[in-house]
């Protein structure tokens, strides 16, 4: 699991000795943003009125700081390992928009909840189409 910072950063040499990354999207976006997903609730609606944030990170992934992360793993893992395997386990995996943009960033499968998974799959169906375009 890359769920930190760091082994975002290092996904090159983690990469040399594993065959896949799953992104804990949840935990790298709590450790990345510096924000409790448990407590988070008390405010983050007021943050996105309010302009500070532009949606729930936790609930849609944060392309510019979050997901940059995800792009660079991507990037330097596949930069030391051709084949490896890459995809997501969390509940961005049933956000269209986030399943959008780890379509975007070369990711080969989502996870998430299984309630989640029509909408999930029908995401998935539209970032591929939309990626031929």
Do not use: W
Request: hydrophobic letters at 45%; glycine letters at 12%; charged letters at 25%.
């Amino acid at each position: 699991m890359i769920e930190l910072p760091r082994a975002a950063l290092r996904a090159g040499e983690i990469a040399e000795s594993a065959e896949f990354f799953s992104f804990g999207t949840n935990d790298l976006t709590q450790t990345t943003m510096g924000l409790s997903r448990d407590d988070s609730g008390k405010f983050l609606g007021t943050f996105v009125e309010r302009a500070v944030l532009p949606h729930d990170p936790f609930v849609s992934i944060d392309a510019e700081g979050v997901g940059e992360l995800v792009g660079l793993a991507c990037a330097r893992g596949r930069a030391a390992r051709a084949g490896l395997k890459l995809g997501i386990c969390g509940e961005h995996g049933g956000d269209p928009a986030s399943v959008a943009f780890f379509e975007r960033v070369g990711l080969d499968y989502v996870s998430c909840s299984p309630y989640r998974v029509p909408i999930a799959r029908l995401a998935a169906a539209q970032a591929v189409l939309g990626n031929k375009r």
